[in-house]
């Protein structure tokens, strides 16, 4: 009974709550997996990619995604150099709280943060051809060249943070052409 006390009513009822809820998902996984196997062709197929054009679906009258406005090798090349700026900023924060000192100072780490973020929220957008993706892509620019521009200003002689000004750069021109595409 001291346990119980200790950790709470409302984080026992959470914990068992999140228990019983995983149990569920465990114990109706074969039942999903045998009624896709026995749809076929029908069965949800795993994502690709990137879709070869987007579609234009319909609730009434309000179209939920556009054809887009620009080539799939444009995508492409924006999500893998947004995937790369992600990844790169991801081990450069690292990098740089190992360094310690003016590199570690909150706001530069705060930076990558945003960036890698940023570059993640703007992939999912692109991939599944948000009407939206245009704008994400431009917010995604600006944060790529803070960061590029911050890390700039304390990289020195730094490899790790060179190659980030130089890739967070290339990421924002990419998004920049994905959003200016769209709207032109």
Do not use: W
């Amino acid at each position: 009974m001291t346990a119980l006390n200790t950790i709470g009513r409302r984080a026992f009822i959470t914990t068992g709550a999140s228990f019983l809820a995983a149990t569920a998902s465990l114990i109706m996984l074969p039942r999903v997996d045998a009624a896709i196997s026995e749809r076929g062709n029908d069965a949800v197929q795993p994502p690709c990619p990137l879709p070869q054009h987007f579609l234009t679906e319909t609730r009434g009258a309000t179209p939920i995604m556009e054809p887009a406005h620009h080539t799939t090798e444009e995508m492409d090349r924006c999500i893998q150099m947004c995937r790369d700026c992600h990844a790169l900023c991801i081990r450069t924060m690292r990098h740089c709280l190992d360094l310690g000192g003016r590199h570690a100072g909150p706001e530069h780490i705060r930076l990558l943060v945003d960036c890698a973020q940023m570059c993640e929220f703007n992939i999912d957008y692109m991939l599944r051809g948000s009407l939206l993706h245009d704008r994400v892509c431009g917010v995604c620019a600006e944060a790529c060249k803070l960061c590029g521009e911050n890390c700039n200003q304390i990289a020195g002689e730094d490899q790790m943070l060179k190659q980030c000004v130089d890739l967070c750069r290339r990421c924002a021109e990419s998004c920049e052409r994905m959003a200016s595409s769209v709207t032109a």
